[in-house]
T-cell receptor, first 111, second 118 residues
Framework: RKEVEQDPGPFNVPEGATVAFNCTYS??????FFWYRQDCRKEPKLLMS???SGNEDGRFTAQLNRASQYISLLIRDSKLSDSATYLC????????????FGQGTELSVKP | GAVVSQHPSWVICKSGTSVKIECRSL??????MFWYRQFPKQSLMLMAT?????????EQGVEKDKFLINHASLTLSTLTVTSAHPEDSSFYIC??????????????FGPGTRLTVT
């Protein structure tokens, strides 16, 4: 079983749509959680951290459920520029800061 | 924000040759650097963790004699792919950790190096 699992997609949505990505992780001792965005042939860029209380950054809302070991990302009012691969990332506790990446979910927003 | 550079950004080499990739932290001291590899349509996979002045720690399945890592200074780590083969063709990305910052944002990614072995 992969340590971090995501639906690879692709998700093809029209502009203005709301889209949700899900992610599960296997290591209950994981410390921190993130969503990264990766554009084609580029490095990943931090989109937002994920907290149990839920957090929002503009059109993006992230949620963490530690009991279910489940992470989500909601994008409202999708823009063409949101087209990218979204990576669910987990940082295990006490492993020197290494990050474990999910496979990524590809999003394509169409006009 | 903190900047991490990689050089070269892309390289094509012949099978059997060695390739060195540099990762530099430009405006902070990186006590730890991480090397990742990403094959097409796959996720980033951690290859090794490099701490300044000590031997790198390799992930399971990564050949330490093939992927030589040197972290001789607080701003530079190098990855050398020795005797490269076509199956080593991949996107290699480094990240650097600013240990002076005790936040979750302390890890910064380089732009990556695309290696093609012919």
């Amino acid at each position: 079983r992969k340590e971090v699992e995501q639906d690879p997609g692709p998700f093809n949505v029209p502009e203005g749509a709301t889209v949700a990505f899900n992610c599960t992780y296997s290591n209950s001792a994981s410390q921190s959680f993130f969503w990264y965005r990766q554009d084609c042939r580029k490095e990943p860029k931090l989109l937002m951290s994920v907290y149990s209380s839920g957090n929002e950054d503009g059109r993006f809302t992230a949620q963490l459920n530690r009991a279910s070991q489940y992470i989500s990302l909601l994008i409202r009012d999708s823009k063409l520029s949101d087209s990218a691969t979204y990576l669910c990332v987990v940082k295990p506790y006490n492993q020197g800061g290494k990050l474990i990446f999910g496979q990524g979910t590809e999003l394509s927003v169409k006009p | 924000g903190a900047v991490v550079s990689q050089h070269p950004s892309w390289v094509i080499c012949k099978s059997g040759t060695s390739v060195k990739i540099e990762c530099r932290s430009l405006d902070f001291q990186a006590t730890t650097m991480f090397w990742y590899r990403q094959f097409p349509k796959q996720s980033l996979m951690l290859m090794a963790t490099s701490n300044e002045g000590s031997k790198a720690t390799y992930e399971q399945g990564v050949e330490k004699d093939k992927f030589l890592i040197n972290h001789a200074s607080l701003t530079l780590s190098t990855l050398t792919v020795t005797s490269a083969h076509p199956e080593d063709s991949s996107f290699y990305i480094c990240s650097a950790r600013d240990a002076s910052l005790d936040t979750e944002y302390e890890q910064y990614f380089g732009p990556g190096t695309r290696l093609t072995v012919t």
